[in-house]
């Protein structure tokens, strides 16, 4: 049975950081595209970041790039998020995500409809 697990989140003030984990079991990473994805009450689940396992190459959305870091640790079989100069509207509960395949181009990736597995979500949440 396969699980992705999250944690880290929690209620943070503006500019802070934080750290997400995603533990996963049932499946190894290193066959699947990983990311994360978020959502708030009444939206679409919106694509954060990504990362091919085997090559580490990363895909960001642009509201998080230059503050967030997507990175991996293949021992663990764990997905990490770091997030750094946190704003309100961050706020929202994040999803890990593995996808088997996911087409030619990392950006695939940032599609909802490719991924195989999800965690059950971590919340966020940054104060002003």
């Known amino acids: 049975q396969v699980q992705l697990v999250e944690s880290g989140g929690g209620l943070s003030q503006a500019g802070d950081s934080l750290r997400l984990s995603c533990a996963a079991s049932?499946?190894?990473?290193?066959?699947?595209?990983v990311g994360w994805f978020r959502q708030v009450p009444g939206k679409e689940r919106e694509f954060v970041a990504a990362?091919?396992?085997?090559?580490?190459?990363?895909y960001y959305a642009d509201s998080a790039k230059g503050r967030f870091t997507i990175s991996r640790d293949n021992a663990k079989n764990t997905l990490f998020l770091q997030m750094t100069s946190l704003k309100p509207e961050d706020t929202a509960v994040y999803y890990c995500?593995?996808?088997?395949?996911?087409?030619?181009?990392?950006?695939?990736?940032?599609?909802?409809?490719?991924?195989?597995?999800w965690g059950q979500g971590t919340q966020v949440t940054v104060s002003s």
């Open positions: 995500a593995a996808a088997r395949y996911f087409g030619a181009s990392i950006s695939g990736l940032s599609r909802r409809a490719f991924y195989d597995y």
């Open positions: 049932g499946l190894t990473f290193s066959d699947y595209g």
């Open positions: 990362v091919t396992w085997t090559s580490g190459r990363t």
